[in-house]
């Protein structure tokens, strides 16, 4: 039976593009999830809820919602998420968030996320490694030329079982990883990532406003921040900073 | 009468995440607090290892170089700064302000502590104390 039930407010269309805001390091997908939301003024389209989760509802404009959502608009549907995936049951949750993409006939993934590099703070202009198993479906619209591959490394989180599950289902999947902070709202980190994305009709959104509001989003997201920081050390996130010894 | 060792061992083992989780609301719930009743933001913050100290970044959206102020204290350091960023207390009228006490980590030369700013992140540096004497390889 499955743990998780998928509300849908509008029936689904097909061939739509799938963008993640899963809570991961830097909140950079969170952050650039929110800011493509916010420019396009998608509405919640789908309620994500399940009893594995902790009971918590979110108020807005005399409301309740559940703290995971997808908001839709034409082309392209997006995840938020108030509330970092538990680790116990990020595996479950992207199992069977994947297996609805896949019924609903979800055309391409598209997930953004941050390497945590410690000299962080001396980059100005984060550079962006990129992860796909298709890449003739993403070469006409992202110049993967100017992105570095993503080479050996571990992966680590709710992202990471999202990531594995795109791939196992075979959905054309690109992950874009800008180097960020581990711990601090990265926004910075978010902006060189939707900015390797302005080619992709329906993600094209102006960053000017979200490098602007860099310091109020740093302030906006420290709580989830700080909560995500505890799910991120119970799933061993320092394994990123290591190799694997697993040569295929 | 038969005892299943793995369902023990889950048992067990779902008592200790949830344990976990109930200590880490606990540290979070009582961060809220005194966030709530000092008036203030607890701003993030990092703590990293160097070959010869230590580097400790705090987070600190919004604020100048100016606006700091940092207090040794010997045994920690105290950061104040205006938080002028609209906050949900913010927009109740009232005026923020970031408030964090590091302890500092044991065996330091204060004299190299030095401070930085730079994008609303401030970077304090710290060397260990010189001492010990070198082995000779036999």
């Given at each position: 039976m499955a743990d998780f039930r998928f509300y849908e407010l509008e029936k689904a269309e097909e061939g739509v593009i799938f963008f993640d805001g899963i809570p991961d390091t830097g909140l950079v997908g969170t952050i650039a999830a929110h800011h493509v939301v916010?420019?396009?003024?998608?509405?919640?389209?789908?309620?994500?809820?399940?009893?594995?989760?902790?009971p918590v509802a979110v108020v807005k404009d005399m409301d309740l919602f559940e703290p995971i959502g997808v908001f839709g608009s034409g082309a392209l549907s997006v995840l938020i998420s108030e509330v970092p995936i538990p680790t116990e049951i990020a595996k479950q949750f992207a199992k069977e968030l994947v297996a609805w993409m896949v019924g609903k006939k979800f055309k391409e993934v598209i997930s953004v996320g941050g390497v945590a590099d410690p000299n962080r703070p001396e980059v100005e202009k984060p550079e962006v490694l990129y992860l796909t198993n298709s890449p003739k479906t993403f070469s006409s619209q992202v110049d993967l030329g100017k992105l570095k591959p993503l080479g050996s490394a571990f992966l680590v989180g709710s992202k990471a079982a999202f990531l594995l599950e795109c791939f196992r289902a075979g959905l054309p999947t690109?992950?874009?990883?800008?180097?960020?902070?581990?711990?601090?709202?990265?926004?910075?980190?978010?902006?060189?990532?939707?900015?390797?994305?302005?080619?992709?009709?329906?993600l094209k959104v102006d960053v000017t406003d979200l490098v602007k509001s860099g310091e109020e989003m740093r302030v906006r997201f420290r709580d989830l921040m700080r909560r995500t920081m505890g799910e991120m050390e119970r799933a061993q996130k320092s394994r990123?900073?290591?190799?694997?010894s697993l040569v295929v | 009468m038969s005892v299943d060792m793995s369902d023990e061992f889950e048992d067990r083992f779902r008592r200790m995440v949830a344990e976990a989780r109930r200590m880490e609301e606990r540290t979070l719930r009582a961060l809220k607090e005194f966030e709530h009743a000092e008036g203030c933001m607890v701003p993030l913050y990092e703590l990293r290892r160097t070959a010869d100290g230590y580097v400790i970044t705090v987070d600190l959206p919004g604020v100048e170089k100016e606006e700091i102020n940092l207090l040794f204290k010997g045994d920690s350091i105290v950061v104040t700064a205006p938080c002028k960023r609209s906050t949900r207390a913010a927009r109740r009228g009232r005026q923020l302000e970031y408030f964090i006490e590091l302890a500092m980590p044991r065996g330091i030369d204060e004299q190299t502590i030095k401070a930085s700013m730079k994008n609303g992140?401030?970077?304090?540096?710290?060397?260990?104390?010189?001492?010990?004497?070198?082995?000779?390889l036999e």
């Open positions: 916010e420019t396009k003024k998608m509405a919640l389209s789908v309620r994500v809820d399940s009893d594995l989760l902790p690109l992950a874009l990883f800008a180097q960020s902070f581990m711990n601090y709202p990265d926004p910075g980190a978010s902006a060189s990532t939707l900015e390797a994305l302005s080619n992709v009709g329906s990123e900073l290591e190799s694997p | 992140l401030m970077r304090i540096d710290m060397k260990k104390a010189k001492g010990g004497y070198e082995i000779k």
